[in-house]
């Protein structure tokens, strides 16, 4: 068995790899990249390797992916990398294999392409995982060590309860334009250079990322405006349809009762409905929802009319998700909305002879910045 650096004709043979594996949790799923496996990575950043294990008649064993980017992290820009879409078969030679190469690719890209850290994102939900990484170890295994970041959650808003709040004096909430274009800049660098794990602290470096999310227009932002016109709140409500597609193939006993709530609370106008899963149809439909990147909003109330502005623009069949953690109180999700919540955790990964870094120490409560499409 032999590790690899995958190539873009490998494609479709990887995406037919990935697509056996699925999300555990109350619904499983099922992700996939119908048009480029590669493609999610171009998003994030222009630097991205996955390493694959193949037998010797070339049927892939394993893959990993890095994605390498420009971050801030303690008020320095740090090139750092992400390690995602691990994926292992079941063969046990597969399993020991990567567990050898595991600390071997990571000094690889630490010494070719001058990566300072590493990090991965965890699913809660998925225990096995958990076990696999977080648990203690015999010290003759060379395998980096995880140390838990921060806790965030990928929140899901599906509808409005029938009550309303009044909305702030003044608060006026519309699509970007070019007279806004330059002052909206400037209010997501500002937000974002607080930020630990940011990528976007400067113009030069937002616009670098809006080039590579093809099809993005200045008008799909969403803006919140005071009485003097100071942007106070923003949000791109972004779809990854085509790109890659979250399938629902079962619903546990809880997530069914939850999508039938939907469908009664659908007749009185409060909800939206979720896709019916595989076990159901027999066919693969992909759950029909939008990101919410560049989210940000000055206080709560604020915020909370951001969202209803998002979710009445977009789809009549589509909900709405975003990433909150736990030190960004501003985007608690608010009691009046019907929403759902997955837990993830953001991990440090330590090579066995490298000191823990000090953004690591509890007492260092900054905002972190996520890419949802680092999360899934």
Known sequence: MKLEIAQPQDRDQLNQFYRNFHWSGPVEIKIDRPQDFFLPYSFISDQHLTYTLKE????????????????????????????????????????????????????????????????????????????TFLRPREQKRS??????????????????????????????????????????????????????????????????????????????????????????????????????ELIPMTYNLRAHNFRQFLKFGKNFGWTRTLTKPYSRLGIEAALNFRYLLYLNADNEDIFENLLQTCFEESSENEFLVYLQTKSDLHL????????????????????????????????????VEIDPMLVV
């Not at 976007?200 to 005071?226: C, H, P, S, Y």
């Open 332 to 367: 608690r999700r608010p009691i009046n909305w019907i929403s759902t919540r997955m837990e993830f955790g953001l991990y440090a990964m330590i090579f066995p002879n490298q000191k823990a870094p000090d953004f690591l120490h509890p007492k260092n409560d900054a905002v």
């Open 143 to 244: 395998f980096p060590r995880y140390y838990m970041y921060k806790k965030f959650s990928l929140v899901s808003l599906h509808g409005r309860w029938p009550v309303e709040r009044p909305k702030p004096e003044g608060l006026r909430l519309r699509r970007a334009s070019e007279k806004t274009w330059d002052a909206l800049i400037y209010y997501i660098t500002q937000k974002s250079i607080s930020r630990n794990l940011s990528q976007t602290w400067n113009a030069q470096q937002f616009l670098a990322q809006m080039e590579r999310m093809i099809g993005v227009q200045k008008e799909d932002f969403i803006i919140a405006q005071d009485s003097k016109d100071n942007i106070v709140g923003c949000a791109l409500p972004w779809s990854s349809a085509g790109i890659q």
């Open 56 to 131: 010797n008649k070339g049927d892939i064993q394993g893959l990993c992916s890095f994605v390498i980017k420009d971050a801030m992290i303690d008020n320095h820009e740090t090139k750092i990398a992400f390690a995602k879409d691990l994926r292992i078969s079941n063969h046990r030679k597969a399993i020991l294999t990567w567990g050898q190469h595991a600390l071997p690719v990571m000094e690889e890209i630490k010494s070719t392409l001058g990566c300072k850290y590493f990090f991965s994102i965890l699913n809660m939900n998925e225990v096995q995982t958990l076990n």
